[in-house]
DNA sequence: TCAAAAGTGTTGGCTGTACACCCATGG
DNA sequence: CCATGGGTGTACAGCCAACACTTTTGA
């Protein structure tokens, strides 16, 4: 089959940074590429868009089909386009980023990619194309808008407690967070509520919380 | 001439909302479409993109075959997907913005345009496509970077007063400023300086400024 | 009883906000 | 001399950052 227009098209793909909190570290899912270009480079999920699908529901089926999870936040980061940026042919990709909770992670290799995998953020092997930059890019947006709404919660499964969230924070940003400073402020946010429930451990048991809108992300001060 | 692929590929475009400050009112350029569909209708600028053309070095084509204009900030806004926004075909556009200085406004009608007109934001004609939705993300990005950047400073010419700044800002933003506070924080950002030259009015004269870096938008606070 | 993580308030500094009058010029 | 916009400082309040000890549980 071939596809015949009057005047140039262009290939059009989305490519997804998946972010997760995996082993106290943040982490990203790359698949390791089973065809050329780049065969056997690691490269961010993604393909190509089809004629009839919305680009949010192009990136989600890749999403779905790399993790087998739905309802996952995502957000469209920024559309990448320069000409040379895959030796084929000109392909413009549009890039979005997903946030895993930590609780959902369960992996399986997809079809047309020999592996699949977990990597640190901070340590990420030479990638494909100009995957590095969209990674550049998504980590710079992540980190931003930590400061600005409550994106963060979206790494956590649907209760957890206030360290919980407190690790998030200072996985992500690097640094270590006031205990006190912190409670008051996420508290203070008005958008958790205590379940009533504990978590056991081996030591004092914490009080778990749940956000009031599961799945939303304001917009914060 | 006709082009042909072995897989889909889509119509993509850029277009522009260019925005500038005029009348004391924060206004953008729509044209007139000459061709169907919408003929008639008034839409932001934009054009398909050239199979060896970079998606920046397109929208700025279009930006200076509208304007006339180069050496503008112009920065990529959203990419909108949604399979049925234009009737013909499939097309995706990489919106983008644009802030003009109101000293380089002229304007002439480009070749595949019926008219060209600028309008207040606040009260745009129908538009074609979906580009009433294009307009209202430019806007929110554009009201929120001034809170966090100095992106105000691009409506301006290369030197100014404070009180053409903080007219800026209050145009945009809709309210009024106290202006011994305004210069507080404006002076304390310690991006601009005096150039040691007044501007004469029907009034006292008021020191013109000129920013240290021009060109560049910060991130602040 | 020990180890491990949960939980809890106060203070000082700084930043942001409210507010009103005099100045320099051109007409 | 009048109209117009330019230019300037202070005081109070609310927010943010620094800081250490007690509690509860399981092993």
């Known amino acids: 089959m071939t596809y015949t227009y009057t005047y140039p098209h262009l290939a059009v793909t989305t490519d997804i940074v998946i972010f997760t909190i995996r082993d106290e570290r943040l982490q990203l899912l790359l698949i390791k590429r089973g ?131 407190q690790r998030v924070y200072e996985i992500i940003l690097g640094e270590a967070i006031d205990k006190r400073n912190f409670r008051k402020w996420v508290l203070a946010l008005d958008q958790i509520e205590e379940t009533g429930a504990l978590r056991q451990g081996s030591h004092r048991p914490a009080k778990l919380y749940r956000m009031k809108e599961p799945g939303s992300v304001e917009i914060i001060k």
Not at 49 to 60: G, H, I, K, T
Not at 90 to 113: E, F
Request: charged share 25%.
């Open 35 to 165: 065809l050329a270009p780049f065969q056997g480079s690691w490269a961010l999920p993604g393909g190509f868009v089809n004629p009839e699908e919305a680009l949010d529901a192009c990136a989600r089926r890749e999403l779905e089909e790399e993790t087998g999870l739905a309802d996952i936040f995502l957000e469209q980061l920024y559309t990448f386009g320069r000409p040379d940026r895959d030796p084929r042919e000109r392909v413009i990709t549009v890039a979005y980023y997903a946030l895993i909770p930590s609780n959902k992670l369960a992996l399986y290799a997809a079809s047309d990619a020999e592996a699949v995998g977990w990597f640190d953020a901070e340590a990420l092997p030479v990638l494909a194309f100009d995957h590095k930059e969209i990674v550049t890019v998504a980590l710079e947006r992540l980190r931003a808008k930590l400061d600005y709404s409550t994106l963060a919660f979206q790494f956590l499964p649907d209760t957890f407690t206030l360290s919980d969230l």
